[in-house]
């Protein structure tokens, strides 16, 4: 049976489903970025999250201190180190969230058809009557009608104990709300989205701004995700900013679509940023529920077409307290990749959830599965059917050697890289064998000093779907002699054996540059 999703071969027994799964030699391609909070951040539990298969960790700033937050950058260090597996780290930016301030943490019972105020002033307790919000410009920015939701994700994990409010009236620089369903909130922090509405606060606060020139710089992060892009311009001054500080310049930018305005500016923020992070929960608020999987759909495929890195939110909300996901969460996460999602981030989930590890484990297992059957055939032909013509060199030879690989069942494709520019071309085309990346250190200078560039471009790989990144000796080059080329392909491929996704009689296709050519070619291993 042939569709634009699924390849399964005919005729297939339902039955068969019930059968364990033959173990794969790799994990997931799938990519899976996990939040590290207070059931995530010892050594023990961060190694295990690494074994389990997560390739980013995030830190989220709209909660913790920088402090604690090095405490725990600290401990993944370490895990990375003990368990010598590749990790990248992810700055969440705070950007213009509304947020509610229960410094009591009084539980605050709202009871459906009630009145409720939100006001301008911090200084006031949180309760059922008053709730006091970080932004002095509400009142001016909404109408009667307007619907405002107050959510307790980062807490719970959960939305089920939210509420939803809609604006009566305002009161100076109050807005009185009518409580739509009775709800119970706990907790110090809810944020706040109201729906369709322009917040005139700057996507980076004075707080993300010294983040990054502090903790940020001091930790070379991978990642920066630009929480509520808005404009490409958003994108445009996070990118001159890491310019400014000098050793963030090679830091990606993943802008992260959260509201209408986003979704407006999709296209040209696509064109802008590295990767895109599809933020449903905000999403699932401005958008009618019915809209919430087009929009998914379109913009993954959008991202795919143009080679950007995608990322999927909220997919297993119920894991927070539960060891097993929904039904139709399994279906949501399968659903993602089949759609082609680059990755999949999990927030509460592994922030402060019960099952940190048994979560990543599941995500793992559904990616893989959904993997078997994602129809690379039909999708290959579309994204070449979309590239303009006359097709650029190294995108000619990406495609080229996925086709190959897919033509003589090649177990493993390796490619040489300094930039990681050819391996997203490659991964682009997703092929269903994974992608070996050798990355090799080139020596740069900026006239004051000497150093080499690589680390990041390996651990940025570690964002896209199919990559698995090595670094090489920086002695070699990735256009060296012949001679040198073979004996880090020969490195290359030990590593491959160890990891177990290589094993004798295999074929392999590799992409390299030779002299001034790129060269693709097919080996297969004595």
Same mark, same amino acid.
């Given at each position: 049976?042939?569709?634009?999703?699924?390849?399964?071969?005919?005729?297939?027994?339902?039955?068969?489903?019930?059968?364990?799964?033959?173990?794969?030699?790799?994990?997931?391609?799938?990519?899976?970025?996990?939040?590290?909070?207070?059931?995530?951040?010892?050594?023990?539990?961060?190694?295990?999250?690494?074994?389990?298969?997560?390739?980013?960790?995030?830190?989220?700033?709209?909660?913790?201190?920088?402090?604690?937050?090095?405490?725990?950058?600290?401990?993944?260090?370490?895990?990375?180190?003990?368990?010598?597996?590749?990790?990248?780290?992810?700055?969440?930016?705070?950007?213009?969230?509304?947020?509610?301030?229960?410094?009591?943490?009084?539980?605050?019972?709202?009871?459906?058809?009630?009145?409720?105020?939100?006001?301008?002033?911090?200084?006031?307790?949180?309760?059922?009557?008053?709730?006091?919000?970080?932004?002095?410009?509400?009142?001016?920015?909404?109408?009667?009608?307007?619907?405002?939701?107050?959510?307790?994700?980062?807490?719970?994990?959960?939305?089920?104990?939210?509420?939803?409010?809609?604006?009566?009236?305002?009161?100076?620089?109050?807005?009185?709300?009518?409580?739509?369903?009775?709800?119970?909130?706990?907790?110090?922090?809810?944020?706040?989205?109201? %729906?369709? &509405?322009?917040?005139?606060? !700057? $996507?980076?606060? =004075? +707080?993300?701004?010294?983040?990054? /020139?502090?903790?940020?710089?001091?930790?070379?992060?991978?990642?920066?995700?630009?929480?509520?892009?808005?404009?490409?311009?958003?994108?445009?001054?996070?990118?001159?900013?890491?310019?400014?500080?000098?050793?963030?310049?090679?830091?990606?930018?993943?802008?992260?679509?959260?509201?209408?305005?986003?979704?407006?500016?999709?296209?040209?923020?696509?064109?802008?940023?590295?990767?895109?992070?599809?933020?449903?929960?905000?999403?699932?608020?401005?958008?009618?529920?019915?809209?919430?999987?087009?929009?998914?759909?379109?913009?993954?495929?959008?991202?795919?077409?143009?080679?950007?890195?995608?990322?999927?939110?909220?997919?297993?909300? %119920?894991? &927070?307290?539960?060891?097993? !996901? $929904?039904?139709? =969460? +399994?279906?949501?996460?399968?659903? /993602?990749?089949?759609?082609?999602?680059?990755?999949?981030?999990?927030?509460?989930?592994?922030?402060?959830?019960?099952?940190?590890?048994?979560?990543?484990?599941?995500?793992?297992?559904?990616?893989?599965?959904?993997?078997?059957?994602?129809?690379?055939?039909?999708?290959?032909?579309?994204?070449?059917?979309?590239?303009?013509?006359?097709?650029?060199?190294?995108?000619?030879?990406?495609?080229?050697?996925?086709?190959?690989?897919?033509?003589?069942?090649?177990?493993?494709?390796?490619?040489?890289?300094?930039?990681?520019?050819?391996?997203?071309?490659?991964?682009?085309?997703?092929?269903?064998?994974?992608?070996?990346?050798?990355?090799?250190?080139?020596?740069?200078?900026?006239?004051?000093?000497?150093?080499?560039?690589?680390?990041?471009?390996?651990?940025?790989?570690?964002?896209?779907?199919?990559?698995?990144?090595?670094?090489?000796?920086?002695?070699?080059?990735?256009?060296?002699?012949?001679?040198?080329?073979?004996?880090?392909?020969?490195?290359?491929?030990?590593?491959?054996?160890?990891?177990?996704?290589?094993?004798?009689?295999?074929?392999?296709?590799?992409?390299?540059?030779?002299?001034?050519?790129?060269?693709?070619?097919?080996?297969?291993?004595?």
């Amino acid at each position: 049976m042939q569709a634009t999703q699924l390849l399964l071969e005919e005729p297939i027994r339902l039955a068969s489903i019930l059968e364990p799964s033959s173990p794969t030699a790799f994990s997931a391609l799938t990519k899976i970025i996990g939040t590290l909070g207070p059931q995530s951040r010892d050594v023990e539990t961060i190694e295990a999250l690494l074994k389990a298969g997560m390739s980013v960790a995030r830190f989220d700033f709209s909660w913790g201190n920088d402090a604690y937050h090095q405490e725990t950058l600290e401990n993944l260090k370490k895990a990375v180190r003990n368990t010598r597996l590749l990790c990248a780290v992810m700055l969440d930016t705070i950007g213009p969230e509304l947020c509610v301030l229960n410094k009591e943490e009084h539980v605050i019972e709202l009871q459906e058809g009630a009145t409720v105020v939100l006001t301008a002033d911090e200084t006031r307790g949180a309760s059922a009557e008053v709730l006091p919000l970080n932004y002095d410009g509400l009142a001016s920015a909404v109408t009667k009608g307007d619907t405002i939701f107050l959510g307790q994700y980062l807490f719970t994990g959960s939305e089920t104990t939210s509420v939803w409010l809609e604006v009566v009236e305002t009161q100076g620089k109050d807005v009185v709300c009518t409580v739509k369903n009775t709800a119970t909130l706990t907790g110090s922090l809810f944020t706040a989205h109201v %729906s369709q &509405v322009r917040i005139e606060l !700057p $996507t980076l606060s =004075e +707080a993300d701004l010294k983040t990054m /020139a502090t903790w940020g710089v001091k930790n070379q992060i991978d990642f920066v995700s630009l929480s509520y892009t808005r404009h490409p311009d958003d994108v445009r001054a996070c990118r001159e900013y890491l310019d400014k500080l000098g050793d963030l310049r090679q830091t990606q930018i993943f802008a992260k679509i959260e509201n209408y305005e986003g979704l407006a500016h999709f296209d040209e923020i696509l064109e802008e940023a590295d990767g895109i992070i599809l933020s449903r929960g905000n999403l699932g608020i401005d958008l009618p529920p019915e809209k919430v999987f087009l929009f998914q759909k379109v913009a993954l495929q959008k991202c795919n077409a143009a080679g950007k890195a995608s990322i999927v939110t909220r997919v297993v909300d %119920s894991m &927070v307290d539960s060891p097993r !996901p $929904t039904r139709a =969460e +399994a279906t949501d996460v399968a659903n /993602a990749v089949l759609d082609g999602t680059d990755g999949i981030m999990l927030g509460a989930e592994t922030l402060r959830g019960l099952y940190p590890v048994e979560t990543i484990t599941t995500i793992r297992k559904i990616c893989a599965e959904a993997e078997k059957v994602f129809n690379q055939a039909v999708y290959f032909k579309r994204t070449i059917k979309a590239v303009r013509e006359p097709m650029q060199h190294l995108e000619s030879i990406a495609s080229s050697a996925v086709r190959a690989a897919s033509k003589v069942r090649a177990s493993v494709i390796v490619v040489f890289t300094s930039s990681g520019r050819c391996a997203r071309l490659i991964a682009k085309y997703r092929p269903t064998m994974p992608v070996l990346c050798v990355v090799i250190p080139r020596l740069t200078t900026n006239h004051l000093k000497w150093s080499f560039t690589g680390a990041f471009q390996a651990r940025q790989c570690l964002a896209v779907r199919g990559l698995f990144p090595m670094l090489a000796d920086p002695r070699h080059s990735s256009d060296s002699a012949s001679t040198t080329n073979e004996s880090i392909l020969k490195v290359a491929l030990d590593h491959g054996k160890a990891a177990g996704i290589v094993k004798a009689h295999d074929r392999i296709v590799v992409c390299q540059k030779v002299g001034d050519s790129s060269v693709v070619k097919i080996i297969e291993l004595d």
